[in-house]
């Protein structure tokens, strides 16, 4: 397994179909005492949120999401293909953490990237991935 250090970047190319959204609703709602149905762009904007700690848990396993500011700048659409990327800016490596910008870009139809979610997430690193 490798070391993470300041300026890699982590990214997946992903879609989310109605059957996410559908999945996610059932599991929005089994918390709630009444059950009221969110709108969709909510729970697509759950289902963004989650991906960052979805991916630093694929690319540098047994890492802990410890924290997470996002902004939304606008919702991805069904069947749309979106890119999730997080870049490691700041390295502890006494407190063993990594301080990473979180993004999520898309194509806005005309050939043009914009983003649609952009914030920062703190993550601890396992002993392996912290360089010496």
Request: charged fraction near 25%.
């Given at each position: 397994?490798?070391k993470?250090n300041?300026?890699d970047?982590?990214?997946e190319k992903?879609?989310?179909?109605?059957k996410?959204?559908?999945?996610?609703?059932?599991?929005?709602?089994?918390?709630t005492?009444t059950?009221?149905?969110?709108?969709?762009?909510v729970?697509?904007?759950t289902?963004?949120?989650?991906?960052?700690?979805?991916?630093?848990a694929?690319?540098?396993?047994?890492?802990?999401?410890?924290e997470?500011?996002?902004h939304f700048k606008?919702?991805v659409?069904?069947?749309?293909l979106?890119?999730?990327?997080l870049?490691?800016?700041?390295?502890n490596?006494?407190?063993?953490?990594?301080?990473?910008?979180?993004?999520?870009?898309?194509?806005?139809?005309?050939?043009?990237?914009?983003?649609?979610?952009v914030?920062s997430?703190n993550?601890?690193?396992?002993n392996?991935?912290?360089?010496?």
């Amino acid at each position: 397994m490798k070391k993470v250090n300041v300026g890699d970047v982590y990214r997946e190319k992903r879609v989310i179909t109605q059957k996410d959204v559908d999945t996610m609703t059932k599991v929005a709602t089994s918390f709630t005492a009444t059950p009221e149905t969110p709108r969709p762009e909510v729970i697509i904007q759950t289902i963004m949120g989650s991906m960052f700690s979805y991916l630093i848990a694929t690319m540098v396993p047994q890492s802990i999401y410890v924290e997470q500011d996002t902004h939304f700048k606008g919702v991805v659409k069904l069947d749309q293909l979106f890119e999730v990327s997080l870049t490691i800016k700041e390295l502890n490596k006494k407190r063993k953490r990594a301080i990473m910008e979180t993004k999520i870009v898309a194509d806005d139809g005309t050939g043009k990237k914009v983003d649609l979610l952009v914030g920062s997430a703190n993550v601890k690193l396992p002993n392996y991935a912290v360089p010496l």
